[in-house]
């Protein structure tokens, strides 16, 4: 059988706080109530707290509420504020009960936590619908330890006749009792069995460092010991592998297949060597090829670059100058379209190509005089032709640095125009020609036009 819950001593009935209530007949030998009109059937309606027996308030408030609600409730309903140099618990308690006497305030709000904390047990009694079966139910839920709810549910309910209530009280009061007689023996039951409760925590405590120290040195050398394991595996894989080696030595098996992968690979090489000599070959008349190409390329376009220069030059005159350059020099040399520049100082260039420059420049009507540029001519007469020439035509490409800059300090100090240009070919002289037949220079003289880059 299940205890009910224990209570502080403030919260026990007894003898004293019986009498100090005005309570009479407390005992086991006390005279009851007389009954009244309700004592066969019982009320008609719930009991509430006021309405109940002034002996029944004491236990109910002290069974039914812990001195912490209590003290809560006191905040909250504003009592508890008596002076009181005992027991604070004590004071709460009678003055509880005192309240609990008649309908107020305090009475009301005692009333509405104890119908809202016991409301499951409150409803479970009132499925009960007579005296015997409310009876019944407490002494079950007495037997079971249960105390406070059935005590609420038993003194409030609506078919409990005031014997039923009064054998709760009596049980109540002698649960009390007991309670208080077994107390200070639990009181040092209890202290020992925290001093042992401690004693074998403690112990439990060091048992289980030692055992944890225990399992981390094993599992540290199981796992030495399966280090250990899987470097045999692999010193016995390692062996074994040796040995199937050995056994294929000794029986001349490896020999023979060495000796089959040697033929192999010197017939590999054999034909790589063949390979690669073919590729070289083929990559030096690969690199002849292309070579020849890019020289019959070059040639093709220098071609086709002088058909063009030569093409733009005829299209850049107009009819009377063609005119002119089909009927001859002569006809062409008292024309007034034909260039001003009527002597022009051509240094550097081709020597091999001095024969197409003139003649070209004879259909022109020009004078072509020529200079090496210092190969075999001295530079000293360049002042001479400079100052003689009208116009000096020098391409950069096939000239000597210093040829290069003698023409162009000369042409400065005498004011000789100039015109440096890129392309010792005939094309290259017929594109300088159409540019110094628009006025096109990069040296000119001060009574000339602009004057222009290469």
Same mark, same amino acid.
């Given at each position: 059988?299940?205890?009910?819950?224990?209570?502080?001593?403030?919260?026990?009935?007894?003898?004293?706080?019986?009498?100090?209530?005005?309570?009479?007949?407390?005992?086991? !030998?006390?005279?009851?109530?007389?009954?009244?009109?309700?004592?066969?059937?019982?009320?008609?309606?719930?009991?509430?707290?006021?309405?109940?027996?002034?002996?029944?308030?004491?236990?109910?408030?002290? *069974?039914?509420?812990?001195?912490?609600?209590? %003290?809560?409730?006191?905040?909250?309903?504003?009592?508890?504020?008596?002076?009181?140099?005992?027991?604070?618990?004590? =004071?709460?308690?009678?003055?509880?009960?005192?309240? =609990?006497?008649?309908?107020? &305030? $305090?009475?009301?709000? @005692?009333?509405? +936590?104890?119908?809202?904390?016991? #409301?499951?047990?409150?409803?479970?009694?009132?499925?009960?619908?007579?005296?015997?079966? $409310?009876?019944?139910?407490?002494?079950?839920?007495?037997?079971?330890?249960?105390?406070?709810?059935?005590?609420?549910?038993?003194?409030?309910?609506?078919?409990?006749?005031?014997?039923?209530?009064?054998?709760?009280?009596?049980?109540? /009061?002698?649960?009390?009792?007991?309670?208080?007689?077994?107390?200070?023996?639990?009181? #040092?039951?209890?202290?020992?069995?925290?001093?042992? #409760?401690?004693?074998?925590?403690?112990? /439990?405590?060091?048992?289980?460092?030692?055992?944890?120290?225990?399992?981390?040195?094993?599992?540290?050398?199981?796992?030495?010991?399966?280090?250990? !394991?899987?470097?045999?595996?692999?010193?016995?894989?390692?062996?074994?592998?040796?040995?199937?080696?050995?056994?294929?030595?000794?029986?001349?098996?490896?020999?023979?297949?060495?000796?089959?992968?040697?033929?192999? @690979?010197? %017939? =590999?090489?054999?034909?790589? &060597?063949?390979? *690669?000599?073919?590729?070289?070959?083929?990559?030096?008349?690969?690199?002849?090829?292309?070579?020849?190409?890019?020289?019959?390329?070059?040639?093709?376009?220098?071609?086709?670059?002088?058909?063009?220069?030569?093409?733009?030059?005829?299209?850049?005159?107009?009819?009377?100058?063609?005119?002119?350059?089909?009927?001859?020099?002569?006809?062409?040399?008292?024309?007034?379209?034909?260039?001003?520049?009527?002597?022009?100082? +051509?240094?550097?260039?081709?020597? =091999?190509?001095?024969?197409? +420059?003139?003649?070209?420049?004879?259909?022109?009507?020009? *004078?072509?005089? #020529?200079?090496?540029?210092?190969?075999?001519?001295?530079?000293?007469?360049?002042?001479?032709?400079?100052?003689?020439?009208?116009?000096?035509?020098?391409?950069?490409?096939?000239?000597?640095?210093?040829?290069? +800059?003698?023409?162009?300090?000369?042409?400065?100090?005498?004011?000789?125009?100039?015109?440096?240009?890129?392309?010792?070919?005939?094309?290259?002289?017929?594109?300088?020609?159409?540019? !110094?037949?628009?006025?096109?220079?990069?040296?000119?003289?001060?009574?000339?036009?602009?004057?222009?880059?290469?």
């Amino acid at each position: 059988m299940c205890l009910p819950e224990a209570r502080p001593p403030a919260q026990t009935l007894n003898p004293l706080q019986a009498l100090l209530q005005g309570e009479q007949g407390i005992g086991p !030998l006390a005279r009851l109530p007389e009954p009244g009109p309700e004592a066969g059937n019982g009320p008609q309606r719930r009991l509430k707290l006021w309405d109940l027996e002034e002996k029944l308030h004491c236990p109910v408030i002290g *069974t039914c509420i812990s001195m912490a609600e209590l %003290d809560k409730l006191a905040r909250k309903l504003g009592f508890g504020h008596r002076q009181n140099t005992g027991n604070r618990e004590f =004071s709460l308690h009678v003055e509880a009960v005192g309240h =609990s006497r008649q309908r107020n &305030s $305090v009475a009301e709000g @005692l009333q509405r +936590y104890l119908d809202r904390k016991y #409301h499951a047990w409150v409803e479970r009694f009132a499925k009960h619908k007579t005296d015997a079966q $409310v009876r019944a139910q407490w002494q079950d839920c007495l037997l079971r330890g249960e105390v406070a709810g059935p005590l609420w549910a038993v003194c409030t309910h609506k078919a409990a006749s005031a014997s039923t209530r009064q054998l709760a009280y009596e049980d109540i /009061h002698m649960l009390s009792h007991q309670i208080g007689a077994g107390q200070a023996a639990d009181a #040092h039951r209890l202290q020992y069995l925290e001093q042992e #409760h401690a004693r074998l925590q403690a112990e /439990h405590k060091r048992q289980e460092q030692a055992r944890l120290a225990e399992s981390t040195a094993l599992q540290r050398e199981l796992a030495q010991a399966r280090a250990r !394991l899987l470097q045999q595996d692999a010193q016995l894989q390692t062996m074994e592998a040796l040995q199937a080696r050995l056994e294929r030595f000794e029986s001349g098996t490896a020999m023979v297949e060495m000796g089959q992968r040697l033929m192999q @690979l010197q %017939d =590999s090489h054999d034909k790589l &060597s063949a390979i *690669t000599r073919r590729m070289w070959e083929l990559e030096r008349n690969l690199k002849d090829a292309r070579e020849e190409a890019t020289r019959i390329a070059q040639e093709r376009d220098e071609a086709l670059t002088e058909r063009e220069a030569l093409e733009q030059l005829l299209h850049a005159l107009d009819p009377q100058e063609r005119m002119c350059m089909e009927a001859g020099s002569e006809a062409c040399a008292g024309c007034e379209n034909a260039l001003s520049s009527r002597c022009i100082l +051509y240094v550097g260039g081709r020597a =091999s190509l001095m024969a197409q +420059y003139r003649q070209l420049a004879d259909r022109l009507g020009i *004078t072509l005089i #020529h200079h090496d540029g210092g190969q075999e001519e001295s530079l000293s007469r360049l002042p001479e032709l400079i100052r003689g020439a009208d116009v000096v035509l020098c391409p950069t490409d096939k000239i000597s640095h210093n040829a290069y +800059y003698h023409v162009k300090a000369h042409c400065k100090r005498v004011g000789k125009p100039c015109l440096f240009y890129k392309g010792g070919g005939v094309s290259g002289f017929a594109v300088a020609m159409a540019r !110094l037949s628009r006025g096109e220079f990069s040296l000119s003289s001060p009574r000339l036009g602009m004057e222009t880059d290469a």
